[in-house]
């Protein structure tokens, strides 16, 4: 028996009697006949779609707070987006220092080379993560055994990543150039305002625990001479961010590629085929665990501004000045570093919620394939 069908199998149990423990059945809150509302093949809407995707979101939890050793995952990614950031920075440093060396073309060619390394390393090791899962055994994973045995699916993850690396990048130059296509007072222009200004909450303590004005990062301005340590921040995480979020929208809109390639072993044509004709069916639930996860993550998020006001009481002057109080520094680093570890473990979270969504869906239709007469 496969270990596709062996799921499976503990999945549709769902809808007829409890089945036994299964590591990868990390219950979703809700009663068990959830799972199998809405139509045979998954496609359910309504208040019962809302709820299994919340469910799916609150099983990735349990599932991660059981399966520690899926915490290597949030290491591992945390590490590549941290690199990723370096890498930013240090390209602003390089394009700026060797001007008019390297120019626009040069440019984009090398941020598509730090966007496809990183893609490239988040898929790997999203394969390695929907891997380890099923082959735990009693709730325990080993998440390096699945890494290994997604070395098998190289060649089509590399190729996956080229295609995301090039949809980022599209997406990308839509954002950055987008602005320069409509008049000055263009109403578009208007409703796209709060998304193309949200970095700059990125010059607001505790993001920027230096306190320092905005203008004293412009690395444009003539006579300054900038380290390396100054286009990391904010110039690269700026751009590490904007292209983490483009990315968090690819994985979203293709959640369950991966899963076709690790699991089924599909090419990577009918891994897409087969994600959005899955996506099609179990939209609601996909965009119900999505949007769960990003109000959580939003809600922590929104706490920096508690932090401001603290701090803002405590030393108002402080906000203003150049060298505030290093305790200030280190509690602001503290906090900076926590919220993004937060993320990561998200974004894990979301990694395992995906892997249950296609599980459970996957059961669904082999129930629904069953349940059809055989022609004879």
């Excluded at 990390?26 to 019962?48: M, V």
């Excluded at 930013?88 to 730090?114: D, N, R, S």
């Excluded at 932090?307 to 803002?312: D, E, I, L, M, P």
Aim: hydrophobic share 50%; glycine share 10%; with cysteine.
């Amino acid at each position: 028996m496969t270990r596709l069908s062996e799921i499976a199998e503990h999945w549709s149990g769902l809808c007829r009697k409890a089945p036994a423990v299964h590591p990868l059945q990390t219950g979703f809150g809700f009663p068990p006949e959830s799972a199998c509302e809405g139509q045979p093949d998954g496609g359910g809407g309504g208040s019962g779609s809302i709820r299994r995707g919340i469910g799916f979101a609150l099983s990735g939890m349990r599932t991660l707070n059981r399966n520690r050793q899926l915490l290597w995952f949030t290491l591992l990614a945390g590490l590549v987006l941290a690199g990723t950031t370096i890498a930013q920075g240090a390209l602003g440093y390089i394009t700026w220092a060797m001007q008019p060396y390297i120019g626009e073309t040069e440019w984009v060619v090398l941020t598509f080379i730090i966007e496809f390394a990183t893609l490239f390393c988040l898929v790997f090791l999203l394969a390695g993560l929907v891997l380890s899962i099923p082959s735990g055994k009693e709730g325990s994973a080993s998440f390096f055994e699945g890494l290994n045995v997604a070395k098998k699916y190289i060649k089509t993850i590399v190729v996956w990543s080229f295609v995301l690396a090039l949809a980022g990048m599209l997406l990308f130059s839509i954002y950055y150039y987008s602005p320069g296509w409509f008049p000055r007072n263009d109403p578009f222009l208007t409703i796209l305002g709060p998304l193309y200004g949200w970095v700059s909450v990125l010059m607001e303590f505790p993001f920027n625990p230096a306190f320092t004005p905005a203008i004293l990062f412009d690395p444009y301005r003539e006579g300054v001479q900038l380290s390396l340590a100054s286009w990391i921040y904010p110039s690269g995480i700026q751009q590490a961010l904007t292209f983490s979020v483009i990315n968090l929208l690819l994985f979203i809109l293709t959640p369950f590629v991966v899963p076709f390639i690790a699991l089924e072993q599909k090419t990577l044509r009918e891994a897409v085929v087969g994600s959005f004709a899955m996506m099609k069916k179990t939209w609601s639930e996909v965009t119900a665990c999505a949007v769960f996860l990003l109000v959580i993550a939003t809600g922590v998020f929104l706490t920096y501004l508690l932090v401001q006001a603290v701090s803002g009481m405590v030393m108002p002057d402080g906000v203003v000045t150049i060298r505030p109080d290093n305790t200030w520094v280190a509690l602001a680093l503290v906090y900076d570093s926590a919220l993004f570890c937060f993320a990561v473990v998200m974004a894990t979270v979301g990694g395992i919620a995906a892997l249950n969504l296609y599980t459970s869906a996957k059961s669904r239709q082999i129930v629904a394939e069953s349940a059809q007469p055989k022609r004879v």
